[in-house]
């Protein structure tokens, strides 16, 4: 396998991927962690009852803190937009740029 890319530039993407799902695993664990009795609400009532419907985690949970949504245009209201951050990471920031060439 010729990969399009140097070992260097591969460094950098694993290396921002690593950044990226060690933040996601933190939020996630703090959620968790914070959210500790509304986790344990829905998993008692899942032991009750396999499948739980939106009145279920809305009764477990209590409405939702925004605006639900309910078409597609509201789904993806918002993305690829102009203020979406699409800003390059640190690292690949002069990706394109002429490097010397490994051997």
């Known amino acids: 396998f010729d990969k399009p890319f140097s070992e260097a530039t591969a460094q950098l993407v694993d290396e921002e991927a690593k950044k990226m799902i060690d933040t996601a695993m933190d939020r996630t664990l703090n959620l968790l962690t914070e959210k500790k009795e509304l986790v344990e609400k829905v998993a008692l009532r899942l032991l ?3 499948v739980l419907n939106r009145d279920d985690m ?10 639900e949504k309910s078409t597609y245009e509201e789904f993806v209201e918002g993305t690829g937009s102009v203020e979406e951050d ?3 990471p640190a690292g690949l920031k002069d990706w394109n740029k002429d490097q010397p060439k490994e051997k």
């Not at 809305?58 to 605006?67: N, Q, T, V, Y």
Request: proline content about 12%; overall charge negative; glycine content about 6%.
């Open 48 to 50: 009750e009852k396999e």
């Open 58 to 67: 809305i009764e477990l949970l209590g409405p939702r803190p925004f605006a």
């Open 86 to 88: 699409t800003e390059l």
